[in-house]
């Protein structure tokens, strides 16, 4: 009897089909271990692998069958990346925890639609050739992810395929062409190639198993050798950032800055301290404290640090401003609040102000009105402030530009590409990630904003609350990180650049061309004709049978 491997079990084969719990149960297997590579190590290796696996099996399954593998593989990555979202909510949202882990189940059940979606697509293709699968698979698994991060209102690109791939210097530098969106049809290809390598067929098995062989061989020299050739970046300046380390708070009381004025007192203390860097740049992050210039307390302190550091101070804010309501058929001038922010000169004059454009759905803002009463009986601390409308860009002495982005802002590529576009020289993201503790979500967010510097060949200033706090040159070094949980300063090195990358030029091109290509594949599908049903065809037969079917 001739020897089987593993994955003949995973396939219909002659006398009986392969049981459909067989397959779930390796496609929620496979889910669940691609989080490794998000998680705890790091290990980037299950992203290369995970994906191959959820491919084989739902070539031959029954449609419904794949879409609910493509379905459990998302459904229990999210459940086992994304824990953290529980646990925010419900020690910082006003939820109970039950609450919270419905919040979840709901997002990994959007995500496990969407997987699912992608796979009864390779499906389909896989009845016409497996080949025809494969080769279309790193398409699709691209459209299907610009497709998560363009969701209406709650689009959530976050932990992306493309990400562990990054964690490689020489690898990272792709994204100054295509975005992330390369390093995810990068790692999805070779998935494919993994999955064709194994389908199926005694044909050639030795020339399969080289190819893949040979592909594996080219990716480790690149990622391992050309991480030397990586230019290093030199830096002219300092930013002097400090990091507040407040508690997280959901409401401040009146008597706020009484209370705390020690703690004020100590971050003067870090802001102005002597360094033989000579800082030319003050940051502080986005923080859990009400800091507005609407409070004398704040406006007057902010004002005088400037002055005494004798140069520009970026903070964030809550930015308090008169908008019309248009609700009424009689308009008028309503309070609004934005998370905010301020850039202040050496003179103590407020002259630049970023309105957060991305807000956080369910966090900062209700996203669909039709739910009001829904969310408001969840938690009383959700919405609250207003879009900001303009990816605006300030200016520092020496005619020099910036772009600021906030929190969440820093997982949407296509966004964050536009202060570069309008002519950004320096990116600075500032940033509470103290709602998440100590769980993989900080180190996952500084992962996601490494990537925007490289995408755009920018230095980035991150400043947070409590940790990640870095520097990022434009080739995606990390520099002068601070410890979490500790309040504490760093010179972070920085510089301008005012090149301009292929991405920051045409932004999303490559997935736009998943999405076009995949379109093209699945519609092909519908077209009447003879199904080709081998595993596995060799080159002249594939073309053969492609010509038949059509």
Same mark, same amino acid.
């Given at each position: 009897?001739?020897?089987?491997?593993?994955?003949?079990?995973?396939?219909?084969?002659?006398?009986?089909?392969?049981?459909?719990?067989?397959?779930?149960?390796?496609?929620?297997?496979?889910?669940?271990?691609?989080?490794?590579?998000?998680?705890?190590?790091?290990?980037?290796?299950?992203?290369?692998?995970?994906?191959?696996?959820?491919?084989?099996?739902?070539?031959?399954?029954?449609?419904?069958? @794949?879409? #609910?593998?493509?379905?459990?593989? &998302? !459904?229990? *990555?999210?459940?086992?990346? =994304? %824990?953290? +979202?529980?646990?925010?909510?419900?020690?910082?949202?006003?939820?109970?925890?039950?609450?919270?882990?419905?919040?979840?189940?709901?997002?990994?059940?959007?995500?496990?639609?969407?997987?699912?979606?992608?796979?009864?697509?390779?499906?389909?293709?896989?009845?016409?050739?497996?080949?025809?699968?494969? @080769?279309? #698979?790193?398409?699709?698994?691209? &459209? !299907?992810? *610009?497709?998560?991060?363009? =969701? %209406?209102? +709650?689009?959530?690109?976050?932990?992306?395929?493309?990400?562990?791939?990054?964690?490689?210097?020489?690898?990272?530098?792709?994204?100054?062409?295509?975005?992330?969106?390369?390093?995810?049809?990068?790692?999805?290809?070779?998935?494919?190639?993994?999955?064709?390598?194994?389908?199926?067929?005694?044909? @050639?098995?030795?020339?399969?198993?080289?190819?893949?062989?040979?592909?594996?061989?080219?990716?480790?020299?690149?990622?391992?050798?050309?991480?030397?050739?990586?230019?290093?970046?030199?830096?002219?300046?300092?930013?002097?950032?400090?990091?507040?380390?407040?508690?997280?708070?959901?409401?401040?009381?009146?008597?706020?800055?009484?209370?705390?004025?020690?703690?004020?007192?100590?971050?003067?203390?870090?802001?102005?301290?002597?360094?033989?860097?000579?800082?030319?740049?003050?940051?502080?992050?986005?923080?859990?404290?009400?800091?507005?210039?609407?409070?004398?307390?704040?406006?007057?302190?902010?004002?005088?640090?400037?002055?005494?550091?004798?140069?520009?101070?970026?903070?964030?804010?809550?930015?308090?401003?008169?908008?019309?309501?248009?609700?009424?058929?009689?308009?008028?001038?309503?309070?609004?609040?934005?998370?905010?922010?301020?850039?202040?000169?050496?003179?103590?004059?407020?002259?630049?102000?970023?309105?957060?454009?991305?807000?956080?759905?369910?966090?900062?803002?209700?996203?669909?009105?039709?739910?009001?009463?829904?969310?408001?009986?969840?938690?009383?601390?959700?919405?609250?402030?207003?879009?900001?409308?303009?990816?605006?860009?300030?200016?520092?002495?020496?005619?020099?530009?910036?772009?600021?982005?906030?929190?969440?802002?820093?997982?949407?590529?296509?966004?964050?590409?536009?202060?570069?576009?309008?002519?950004?020289?320096?990116?600075?993201?500032?940033?509470?990630?103290?709602?998440?503790?100590?769980?993989?979500?900080?180190?996952?967010?500084?992962?996601?904003?490494?990537?925007?510097?490289?995408?755009?060949?920018?230095?980035?200033?991150?400043?947070?609350?409590?940790?990640?706090?870095?520097?990022?040159?434009?080739?995606?070094?990390?520099?002068?990180?601070?410890?979490?949980?500790?309040?504490?300063?760093?010179?972070?090195?920085?510089?301008?650049?005012?090149?301009?990358?292929?991405?920051?030029?045409?932004?999303?091109?490559?997935?736009?061309?998943?999405?076009?290509?995949?379109?093209?594949?699945?519609?092909?599908?519908?077209?009447?004709?003879?199904?080709?049903?081998?595993?596995?065809?060799?080159?002249?037969?594939?073309?053969?049978?492609?010509?038949?079917?059509?």
């Amino acid at each position: 009897m001739a020897e089987r491997n593993w994955t003949y079990y995973l396939r219909p084969h002659p006398g009986a089909e392969t049981p459909a719990v067989f397959r779930l149960t390796y496609a929620a297997v496979s889910g669940a271990a691609l989080s490794l590579s998000y998680t705890g190590f790091y290990l980037s290796l299950y992203s290369w692998l995970c994906i191959g696996i959820l491919l084989i099996v739902i070539f031959d399954a029954r449609p419904r069958v @794949a879409f #609910a593998c493509g379905f459990v593989h &998302a !459904f229990f *990555f999210c459940l086992t990346s =994304l %824990p953290w +979202i529980a646990t925010v909510l419900a020690l910082h949202g006003g939820l109970s925890r039950a609450e919270g882990w419905g919040i979840l189940l709901l997002i990994a059940a959007v995500w496990g639609i969407l997987t699912g979606s992608f796979a009864w697509c390779v499906q389909r293709l896989a009845q016409r050739s497996v080949l025809l699968a494969c @080769a279309g #698979a790193p398409f699709l698994w691209v &459209a !299907f992810e *610009f497709a998560r991060a363009h =969701l %209406p209102e +709650i689009g959530f690109p976050w932990n992306l395929l493309g990400y562990p791939a990054s964690n490689n210097l020489a690898l990272l530098q792709v994204t100054t062409v295509t975005g992330i969106y390369g390093l995810s049809f990068l790692v999805a290809t070779f998935n494919a190639l993994l999955a064709w390598a194994d389908a199926g067929s005694l044909r @050639a098995p030795i020339r399969r198993i080289a190819i893949l062989a040979g592909a594996a061989a080219l990716i480790s020299v690149v990622s391992f050798g050309g991480e030397y050739l990586v230019p290093q970046a030199s830096a002219h300046h300092y930013a002097r950032a400090v990091q507040p380390n407040f508690p997280e708070a959901l409401e401040y009381p009146p008597d706020w800055f009484q209370t705390h004025i020690a703690d004020l007192d100590e971050m003067e203390r870090l802001s102005l301290g002597t360094s033989d860097r000579q800082p030319d740049l003050l940051l502080w992050p986005e923080a859990p404290a009400p800091f507005s210039f609407e409070y004398p307390q704040f406006a007057q302190r902010a004002s005088s640090l400037a002055v005494r550091f004798h140069n520009p101070f970026v903070v964030g804010v809550i930015e308090l401003k008169q908008v019309t309501d248009e609700s009424h058929s009689n308009s008028h001038a309503v309070p609004a609040q934005y998370n905010s922010a301020v850039l202040v000169d050496a003179h103590g004059q407020d002259v630049f102000t970023y309105d957060k454009v991305h807000l956080v759905p369910f966090g900062e803002y209700e996203p669909f009105p039709l739910i009001h009463s829904l969310v408001a009986s969840l938690s009383s601390e959700v919405g609250g402030f207003r879009k900001g409308t303009n990816y605006a860009v300030g200016q520092l002495p020496g005619g020099f530009k910036f772009g600021t982005f906030i929190c969440y802002e820093a997982i949407f590529p296509g966004e964050v590409r536009r202060f570069a576009a309008k002519g950004a020289q320096l990116f600075i993201n500032i940033s509470n990630d103290g709602w998440f503790g100590r769980s993989a979500a900080p180190e996952q967010h500084l992962r996601m904003a490494r990537v925007r510097a490289v995408e755009n060949r920018r230095w980035l200033l991150r400043v947070t609350n409590n940790g990640y706090t870095a520097s990022i040159d434009p080739y995606g070094r990390i520099l002068s990180p601070l410890p979490p949980d500790l309040r504490s300063a760093a010179d972070l090195p920085y510089d301008f650049r005012t090149d301009e990358t292929i991405y920051t030029r045409f932004g999303d091109w490559l997935a736009w061309l998943c999405v076009i290509v995949s379109v093209i594949l699945l519609a092909s599908t519908f077209k009447k004709g003879n199904i080709v049903r081998e595993e596995l065809l060799v080159p002249s037969e594939i073309s053969r049978s492609l010509v038949t079917s059509s």
